[in-house]
């Protein structure tokens, strides 16, 4: 069904509807306002199907809710080191960022996060909330450092356990992520970086080597999607999950980011009627969308090609960042005109909710923080 709706609207009568699309720049402050008035809003009680695409189909944000959270802040961070006259605004919407990703209708805990005892099997909500409270440290202060700390020590206690240095993301879903573990990484090594420590530095390692010996797609040298063979794609790399493992890698493992980004682009990166994006799946791969994917438009990956922008960005491959943008910036703003177009307006989210809108604008924003 999205397929179909999708390729009618956009590819069909909608682009004869634009009038022209967004700069580059006006599209970055069109999101920037959008995340600002979000951030800004009273009487915050969770995200609603307005905020996020996913909540259309699905009551609760099947994470989009964390992750559209932790993207927000590392913008933040982003716009603080390269606009610092701006650094008051940005230290308030990040405080705001943190009582978002600590509320009860985000966080999966019960209680609050100081009187939970055992943090448990929370990897992905916990991924993204300690990139959050990394981010806060870096450009507001020190007062969630123990918290952060805290984490970070159950999330490398909890990846030790198993012999595939991965941790559990979820309490009852037997399945682990190899980019998620990426992000746990990531965000060890962004607590590392604000307090000049070493407690990801072995776990980086092991992980790393595993991956190179277990890990990786024998056809094309591209790690898998899911560690623990749960899943038919398990051992199949996907592409929203290679666009987000090079985003997190590409910080604390660059050199060996860059080489998944090298095969990724040999193997996934296609051109459909002109417009560059990455494949979901590899060609002899029949595989169908679900919501960690998006959408799959003739092979494309709505979720492999978004989030691509981000891992361009991250890698440094400017070339491929501006083919991707261009690409991207008409299909955005024909989204955003869903409303006029018939059958478009449910998905005219996939591209302008607050989880797309703020991995956009975390690339576009990033910049070498260390």
């Not at 951030?39 to 915050?44: R, S």
């Not at 929203?240 to 090079?246: F, H």
Request: glycine share 8%; aromatic share 10%; proline share 4%.
């Amino acid at each position: 069904m999205f397929e179909n709706q999708l390729f009618n609207g956009i590819l069909g009568k909608g682009f004869d509807l634009l009038g022209g699309s967004d700069t580059p720049k006006g599209g970055q402050e069109k999101r920037y306002e959008k995340i600002k008035t979000f951030l800004l809003k009273p009487n915050f009680n969770g995200f609603t199907k307005d905020d996020l695409f996913i909540m259309q189909f699905i009551k609760k944000g099947w994470g989009h809710d964390i992750a559209a959270l932790s993207n927000m802040a590392e913008t933040l961070s982003n716009l603080a080191r390269s606009n610092p006259s701006k650094l008051a605004e940005y230290q308030l919407l990040l405080k705001e960022v943190v009582y978002r990703a600590l509320h009860p209708k985000v966080r999966p805990y019960k209680q609050d996060l100081q009187s939970v005892k055992n943090l448990g099997k929370y990897g992905y909500y916990l991924e993204h909330l300690n990139i959050i409270l990394g981010c806060y440290q870096k450009i507001v202060g020190n007062e969630l450092v123990e918290l952060n700390e805290r984490i970070c020590k159950h999330l490398i206690q909890n990846s030790m356990k198993y012999d595939n240095y991965h941790a559990d993301l979820l309490p009852h879903v037997n399945m682990k992520w190899s980019a998620d573990q990426a992000a746990i990484l990531y965000s060890i090594w962004l607590y590392d970086q604000n307090n000049g420590t070493t407690l990801g530095k072995d776990l980086i390692q092991k992980w790393l080597n595993w991956m190179k010996t277990y890990g990786t797609h024998k056809n094309t040298g591209l790690f898998i999607t899911e560690v623990l063979g749960t899943r038919k794609y398990s051992n199949h790399p996907r592409g929203c999950a290679i666009s987000y493992l090079v985003h997190y890698m590409g910080r604390f493992a660059p050199k060996e980011a860059k080489k998944q980004w090298k095969l990724y682009k040999t193997h996934m990166m296609t051109r459909v009627m002109g417009k560059t994006g990455f494949r979901e799946f590899l060609p002899d791969y029949d595989g169908a969308w679900s919501p960690d994917s998006g959408p799959i438009i003739m092979g494309v990956g709505i979720a492999a090609t978004g989030l691509a922008l981000n891992a361009a960005s991250t890698i440094g491959d400017k070339k491929t960042y501006r083919a991707l943008e261009k690409s991207m910036n008409p299909v955005h703003s024909l989204l955003s005109k869903g409303d006029i177009i018939p059958g478009m307006n449910m998905l005219s989210k996939i591209g302008t909710d607050l989880l797309s809108s703020s991995i956009w604008l975390n690339a576009e924003t990033k910049t070498k923080n260390y």
